[in-house]
């Protein structure tokens, strides 16, 4: 996940450089997840009806040279409570995270407005519009951020929480890259080819895990949809083997929330296949001295390590959590 200060408009599918600092690059809540299980009180979220569809928005923020900027840094999701003239909020769709959470420095002023009430961290219920889905959603942690509140003005851009896995839980989710939307739906029958090849997949602790073969070698990785701009975050020593050759690592601090760590990223020529799709990775990630963290995060949940959205820019990936089975599309 990135931690992002989003202050200008966007159009739906169409990209927005934001000025926020590279420092705040950030995978707070997938390492926080890895680190402490599940200790989130797993939330329910149902969506109404057979489901829907809803235009994705993205973020970008620049990176150190010579790598080029996150045009991908977070996949956003509008929402909005009561009526459709009501201000539009986003919450990053981060399927590395379990539950759906709001942030508390965004949710204080909305609880106010629209009269919820929440016992200290946790919201007992609430209603609101994904797109033109509705949504219900009960248990939700309020989940501790520092930064500014709420600015209602119709223009501005605030991300109010984080969308989880909990929202696909016995769902298919079909997340298209070509045209920048995202579908749900409780059956995949009319969303994908006849062509389309699936494998299975994990979906253990609401942790999307499948195999992905890399230059022949089959490993096991999580899919993480809030690491949107990363392609694969494995090992240093799978980075050092993989790297291509006279390609200079880039190295860049990242806060998974209180600890700044070091990460670094090279150029590979190495290639992926999912599902029989055969895809470049273009880059490959290690993150420095993280320790119990990269033990449970990149050996635990995903021998292979974990990969991103970036992966699969360009593409259509639809996850059957019914069936367990996951497919990729070109």
Not at 42 to 52: C, H, I, N, R, T
Not at 72 to 85: D, I, K, Q, R
Not at 91 to 119: C, P, R
């Amino acid at each position: 996940m990135y931690m992002l200060d989003i202050a200008n408009p966007v159009k739906p599918g169409k990209y927005r450089k934001c000025l926020t600092s590279f420092l705040l690059l950030s995978l707070s809540l997938l390492i926080s997840a890895c680190a402490t299980g599940n200790r989130l009180t797993p939330a329910q979220v149902e969506l109404s009806g057979d489901g829907g569809e809803v235009n994705i928005l993205w973020s970008a923020i620049p990176r150190p040279a010579p790598l080029p900027p996150l045009d991908h840094a977070a996949l956003l999701l509008p929402v909005h409570f009561g009526s459709s003239e009501e201000k539009i909020f986003y919450m990053q769709l981060d399927l590395g995270h379990a539950s759906t959470v709001f942030y508390s420095n965004k949710w204080k002023a909305i609880a106010e407005k629209y009269q919820f009430v929440n016992s200290g961290d946790k919201l007992a219920a609430v209603n609101f519009k994904l797109g033109d889905m509705q949504v219900l959603a009960k248990n939700i942690s309020i989940m501790q951020r520092e930064g500014a509140g709420l600015d209602w003005s119709k223009d501005s851009i605030e991300v109010i929480g984080t969308i989880g896995a909990d929202l696909i839980d016995g769902r298919v989710v079909v997340l298209d890259f070509k045209k920048d939307i995202v579908q749900f739906s409780r059956e995949r029958e009319g969303l994908h080819l006849a062509s389309s090849k699936f494998q299975p997949f994990s979906f253990s602790g609401r942790r999307i895990v499948m195999p992905v073969t890399f230059d022949g070698e089959e490993k096991t990785v999580m899919y993480d949809s809030g690491s949107s701009a990363l392609s694969w975050i494995s090992n240093e020593k799978t980075f050092q083997r993989l790297a291509k050759q006279d390609a200079k690592p880039v190295v860049y601090a990242i806060r998974p929330w209180d600890k700044i760590l070091t990460a670094h990223t090279v150029e590979t020529s190495a290639e992926a296949t999912v599902a029989g799709i055969k895809l470049p990775v273009r880059e490959i990630s290690y993150v420095q001295d993280m320790g119990f963290l990269q033990e449970l995060a990149i050996s635990s949940l995903g021998a292979g390590g974990m990969i991103g959205n970036k992966l699969f820019l360009g593409k259509k990936l639809i996850i059957d959590t019914r069936k367990l089975e996951i497919a990729l599309e070109e």
